[in-house]
C-alpha cells in the first residue's frame, strides 16, 4: 500500500501581528510551520506504516524553505518527501494548488490512499482535498475522525458530521482528509531528525511535473485577491488591576453600564 | 443567465435564497433554485416560497445516500442547464465537501466560507470577503472564471420572510449518475441538546482553563445567574466531548454574535476567535497575561479562574440580594 500525504507550511498565528495603520498583515520575520491538523494526517500515515506496513510518502507545494517541514514529516517517521516548488507556483489558489498536487501524486504512482488534513490553519477552506480528489477521480472521504480498518482493497471510516457519525466503507484507491481529533501527533526523537537531515529530497518543479505555467500559480488561478485587510476591531482592552474581589466588581459595573447585564 | 442556489439543508437554502434575490436584483437575472435528492420531485414549493423563481429538479436513487461525488455530477448538470452566472452552496459539512468538487469539474473558482458577497454591477463579478490567513485578515476577492461561485455558512445571512403564495418554474434534469463504490454502513447519533448557541444574547464559554468537568458547574451557576448559555471551544466539545457539539464556538465549530461573550480558561487560538470576535462585548477571564484571547477583549481579568469564577458568582448573588 502506497500512502501520500500532502502538507502546507503556514505562519505560525501566534506570531502574526497587524500593522494598525496600514491593516495590513505582518509577515517579515514570523517563523513558519506546519500546518497544525496536517501533523495529524502525518500521525495517520506513519500509523498506517505501522500498522499494514504502508510505504509513505509527503508532499508539499511551497518555497524553498518548506523543505523544513518535510524534514519533520520525515523525523515523524514518513520514508519519502518530494518538495513541489517553483517560481511558477507562486499565489496559487487551491485550484492551482490541487492541480501542482495532483501531477506530483501521478508522478509517484500506484497511489493507494492520499491523506490530507480537512482544512489548513490559515486558509481554512478545507477545498484542496475536494478539488485533489476531482482531479484524480477519487472517491473523497472527508472530516474523518478514525480510519477503522483497512483491507480486502477497502478502507472503512467514521466521518465526524454535524448530523452524527456516519461510518463509511470506499473502494481504494481513495482520499480522506482528517479531523485533529483522528490522533496525537507524535514528536519527533533526536536520532530521526538526525536522520531525517540527511535523506535525499527531490525538488520537483512545473517541468518535471509536465505542468504547463499558464495552468499554475497566479495564472492559472481562477480566485483573484483584490485586498486582505484586518477587519477594524475596536476592542477597549481594559484589564482591571487591584484585588481580585475589586476586579470583580469593576467587571460586574462595566457590564450593567454596557447594558448587557442586568443585577 | 440566473444566479443558482444549492443547499440539501432547507434552512440554509431559504438563507442563500435571500441572498440569491438581492445579488439576482443587481445582475437582473432570475433566482434559480437546485433541488436534489430521491423522491423530491413536488417538493419545490417551500423554495418557491423563499424566493426561487425557478427550481431544477434532480429525483434519482443514485442520490441517497449523500455522496459529494454524485451531487457534485447531478450539479454540474443543473448548471449545464441553468447556465448560471453566480452559484451559492451552503457551507454545511456536505456542502463544503461537494462545492469544490465540482468547481473542479467546471474549472472554476470558488470563495470558501463567504461572509459578504456584493456585485460589481459594471462588470457583472461577485465580490466575495472571506476570513484570510488564521481569520487575521478578511480577503476581498472575486473569481474570474465564470460560473462564480461561493460557499456560505449556516446563518451567514437572514432567511427571508416565507410567502407561500408564490409559484414558480419546475425544470426537470435528467442525469445518467455514476454511483462511487462507496457505502454507508451505519450513522451513529450525537448527543444534541438542541440549543441554539447563535441565538443567545449572552454567552459564557469555557476552554482548556477547566481541569475537568465536574469543574463546569462554576460555569453553570454564573450562566444561570445572568441568563447566559454555555459555550466552548473546540477540545471540551470535540475531544473531552464534555459538552454536546451545538455549545462549540469556532470556525468549525459555530458563529456566534451576542451581546456579550465571556471566554473562561479559553486561551483564544485563531479558530475560536474566527467564531465569536464579531459579539458586541467580549470578557475574557484567563490566567495567562500573554493569552491572545485578552488582544480582542473589551475587559479582562488576569486570574485563575477557579478563584475568578467563585468571587464573580458570589458577588453577582449579593447585588441580587
Known sequence: ?263 | MTVLVFSENMEVAAELLGKGKELAGELGTKLAAALLGTGVKGKEGELFAYGADVVYVVDHPALTPFFPETYADALAKVVEEAKPEVILIGATKRGKETAPRLATKLNAGCAAGATNLRIDKEKRLLIAERPAISAMVVATEYSKTKPQIATVAPRTFEKPPRDDSRKGEVVEVKVDLTVPEKKVLELKKKEVKGIKIEDAELITSCGRGFRKKEDLKMLEELASLIGATLGCSRPIAADLKWLPEDHWVGLSGHKVKPKMYMAVGISGQVQHLAGMRDSKIIVAINKDPEAPIFKVADYGIVGDLYQVLPALINYLKSRKG
Open chain 1, 1 to 263: 500500500m502506497r500512502v501520500v500525504v500532502c502538507i502546507k507550511q503556514v505562519f505560525d498565528p501566534a506570531e502574526l501581528k497587524v500593522d494598525p495603520s496600514t491593516r495590513l498583515l505582518i509577515t517579515d520575520g514570523v517563523s513558519k510551520k506546519i500546518s497544525d491538523f496536517d501533523k495529524n494526517a502525518i500521525e495517520e500515515a506513519v500509523r498506517l506504516k505501522e500498522k499494514y506496513q504502508a510505504e509513505t510518502f509527503v508532499i508539499t507545494m511551497g518555497p524553498a524553505d518548506a523543505m523544513r517541514a518535510l524534514r519533520e514529516a520525515l523525523a515523524m517517521g514518513i520514508d519519502n518527501a518530494y518538495l513541489l516548488s517553483d517560481p511558477a507556483f507562486e499565489n496559487s489558489d487551491t485550484l492551482a494548488t490541487a492541480k501542482v498536487l495532483a501531477a506530483a501524486i501521478k508522478k509517484i504512482g500506484n497511489v493507494d490512499l492520499v491523506l490530507l488534513a480537512e482544512a489548513s490553519m490559515d486558509g481554512y477552506s478545507g477545498m484542496v482535498g475536494p478539488r485533489l480528489a476531482a482531479l484524480l477521480n477519487l472517491p473523497q472521504l472527508t472530516y474523518v475522525r478514525s480510519i477503522v480498518s483497512i483491507g480486502d482493497g477497502k478502507i472503512v471510516v467514521e466521518r465526524d458530521l454535524e448530523e452524527g457519525y456516519e461510518v463509511v466503507e470506499a473502494k481504494l484507491p481513495a482520499l480522506v482528509t482528517v479531523t485533529k481529533e483522528i490522533n496525537e501527533p507524535r514528536f519527533a526523537t533526536l536520532p530521526k531528525i538526525m536522520a531525517a537531515s540527511k535523506k535525499k529530497v527531490d525538488t520537483w518543479g512545473a517541468a518535471e511535473l509536465g505542468l504547463a505555467k499558464e495552468e499554475v500559480g497566479l495564472a492559472g488561478s481562477a480566485i483573484q485577491v483584490m485586498k486582505a485587510e484586518a477587519p477594524v476591531m475596536g476592542r477597549k482592552n481594559i484589564i482591571f488591576q487591584g484585588e481580585l474581589q475589586q476586579q470583580v466588581e469593576e467587571l460586574v459595573k462595566a457590564l450593567v453600564k454596557e447594558g448587557v447585564l442586568k443585577v
